[in-house]
């Protein structure tokens, strides 16, 4: 089994920055793509970012990029979740998954998911 755990979140005000982290356990963490998604009340879970087994790849969704980065460190089986100029928009619950097969943006594609840290951006 495979087990992740979101930290990091709270509420900030518009502008300001938080970073995520993930933690996980159970697996060796450096076979597997990791992704990062977001899913605010009432929508669909979002693709936000990826990063590839060995952190060469990187891919970001259009709502994020230029904005928040994506990184891991395979010695500490964890993955980090940068998020800079924090907007109301970015209010959601952040999930991050595991995948064996490379970066992938569907959420279909990731086999273990995090219970998920709440990121309140206030404006």
């Known amino acids: 089994q495979v087990q992740l755990v979101e930290s990091g979140g709270g509420l900030v005000q518009a502008g300001e920055s938080l970073r995520l982290s993930c933690a996980a356990s159970?697996?060796?963490?450096?076979?597997?793509?990791i992704g990062w998604f977001r899913q605010a009340p009432g929508k669909e879970r979002d693709f936000l970012t990826s990063?590839?087994?060995?952190?060469?790849?990187?891919y970001y969704s259009d709502s994020v990029k230029g904005r928040f980065i994506i990184s891991r460190d395979n010695a500490e089986n964890t993955v980090y979740l940068q998020m800079n100029s924090l907007k109301p928009e970015d209010t959601a619950v952040y999930y991050c998954?595991?995948?064996?097969?490379?970066?992938?943006?569907?959420?279909?594609?990731?086999?273990?998911w995090g219970q998920g840290t709440q990121v309140t951006v206030s404006s």
């Open positions: 998954a595991l995948t064996r097969w490379g970066t992938r943006t569907s959420a279909n594609w990731y086999d273990y």
């Open positions: 990063i590839s087994w060995n952190g060469g790849t990187t």
């Open positions: 159970g697996r060796t963490f450096s076979s597997y793509a």
